[in-house]
């Protein structure tokens, strides 16, 4: 289920403005591949480049080769909406649909896809919910509205939402920033046991979460404000907080700027 | 001795003058609703004398000029029938306009077209609408006059109303939710009809409403076009019809009494028919909120 994604020289812009520039990397599948950089470096740009989802905003646009295993996400025949079926995305902010209940927002994907039965729907929901940590909380209350449920309840659903349509990479966008310790925990607890089964892709802000939860440790940088963020360098989640190859590397993470 | 933090109280001049703007706030807001009220209190108090049951059940047609007793069954009737028809053209069409505007125009050449023509639409004034309708569906196009050129002419009022409001709301719709569902791998089209839509379903709900109740008593563009009778006519495609607006207006230029009387009673159906409408809507809203699944 789990893929390879392999980044050749990939630059993306917002109108004019080039945000990110010359980016390869090799992502691999079932693991979790940290993010880090200061604020307005590239890195959510570079995410949102991952699955088509840069380009849906108005100006936006991307060069370069994105490939998931041996296909290329930005061919010329290449559906987008397939391209984000197959790789989903969770959110900074905890985005359920506010006039969906619990179940409808988990199905979501489906329903508004394809026709399911309702026990098929009915089984993917609760395995969605479960593999999100949130079935034993939610499973007597799945009519009510999903916007009813604390913050970090709110983004395990949007996680069981994402992987109720069986993706397989899983891109997060700073999950965490908008949550609490202990719910923080429980994501990242989550993302430890998701990456059994999906190729995960993780942007944050926290240093040690990065250093808990992921096995690889990408470091994004910008020379100055108004250049484009370029990849300062990647490699194993140990080495780069332990021994970092980069100067740059090794005075972000002790601190030193950003 | 006491510490000097330079927290100070509250100077006079400034509680005279927080006085003497929230004096000035209240007495705008009076001022505002004493004609609302006073014109609320004359249609009840004069209208309630005719408003029985022969009122809502029987037309105009047989009572002479000096007759008591007839009513607005007809125009009641044809309002119904001409708001719904304006309903059915406009809602759709300004609907799909706003959904264009918000979602595909982007700002560009075409979308700032539209919403400039939108604007100049929104301050036709009601009898052009119903010239304009009169000159090419009943004297180009030769058409009789009929409750649907009537709904036509309300059409043309509505809609800007419609695109305006739907707009609004269509805009109030998070960027998350589109992108939320977009991640999911829906299409354009399924998110705008699936989320983007139903979330902003009471807004747009309440916009729609707006758009009725001010069509709903427009008299000039229906004059034009509907023309006036005393007979029901449950036809609104075919022979001239009546409407409420109509209704006011012929009776209150008549000479006797029970006319004037009748007038009153009218305005008093119409504003409960608007009333009657926007508390449907409420429910509508109401029964498709997510808070009463809570």
Known sequence: MAKQIEVAGLDAYYGSHKAIEGISMTIEPRSVTAFIGPSGCGKSTFLRTLNRMHEVIPGARVEGKVRLEDQDLYGADVDPVSVRRTIGMVFQRPNPFPTMSIFDNVAAGLKLNGRFSRSELDGIVEDSLKGANLWNEVKDRLGKPGAGLSGGQQQRLCIARAIAVRPQVLLMDEPCSALDPISTLAIEDLISQLKQDYTIVIVTHNMQQAARVSDKTAFFNLAAQGQPGKLVEMDETSKIFTNPAEKATEDYITGRFG | ?294
Not at chain 2, 107 to 113: E, F, H, I, K, N
Not at chain 2, 254 to 279: C, E, F, K, Q, S
């Open chain 2, 1 to 294: 001795m006491t510490v000097q933090t330079g927290i100070q109280p509250i100077s006079a001049a400034r509680r005279a003058k927080d006085r003497f703007v929230q004096v000035l706030v209240y007495l705008a807001f009076a001022l505002a609703v004493i004609p609302l009220l006073s014109v609320l209190w004359l249609v009840v108090k004069n209208g309630m004398g005719r408003f029985d049951m022969e009122f809502l059940t029987h037309s105009m047609r047989n009572i002479g000029a000096r007759d008591a007793g007839g009513g607005a069954y007809h125009a009641i009737v044809g309002t119904l029938e001409q708001v719904l028809l304006a309903s059915l053209i406009a809602v759709p069409i300004g609907l799909l306009t706003a959904v264009y505007l918000v979602e595909y125009g982007e700002g560009g050449r075409l979308s700032r077209t539209i919403s400039f023509f939108v604007d100049v639409m929104t301050g036709v004034p009601s009898v052009v609408s119903g010239l304009f309708v009169l000159a090419f569906w009943i004297l180009v196009l030769g058409m009789p006059f009929s409750g649907f050129a009537g709904a036509l002419a309300l059409s043309i009022l509505m809609m800007p109303v419609v695109v305006r409001s739907a707009e609004e709301m269509l805009r109030l719709v998070p960027r998350e939710l589109r992108e939320a569902s977009y991640a999911l791998g829906v299409p354009k089209w399924r998110t705008i009809v699936k989320v983007v839509l139903p979330t902003a379903f009471t807004g747009i709900v309440t916009g729609v409403m707006l758009a009725v109740a001010r069509v709903a008593g427009e008299t000039a563009p229906l004059l034009l076009t509907v023309f006036i009778t005393d007979s029901i006519n449950v036809d609104p495609f075919n022979g001239p019809q009546m409407g409420l607006p109509l209704y006011v207006f012929d009776q209150a230029g008549r000479p006797t009494d029970t006319a004037i009387d009748r007038a009153w009673t009218g305005a008093l159906t119409l504003i409960l028919i608007v009333m009657l409408l926007n508390l449907v809507a409420r429910l509508i809203t109401w029964w498709r909120s997510p808070a009463r699944r809570r």
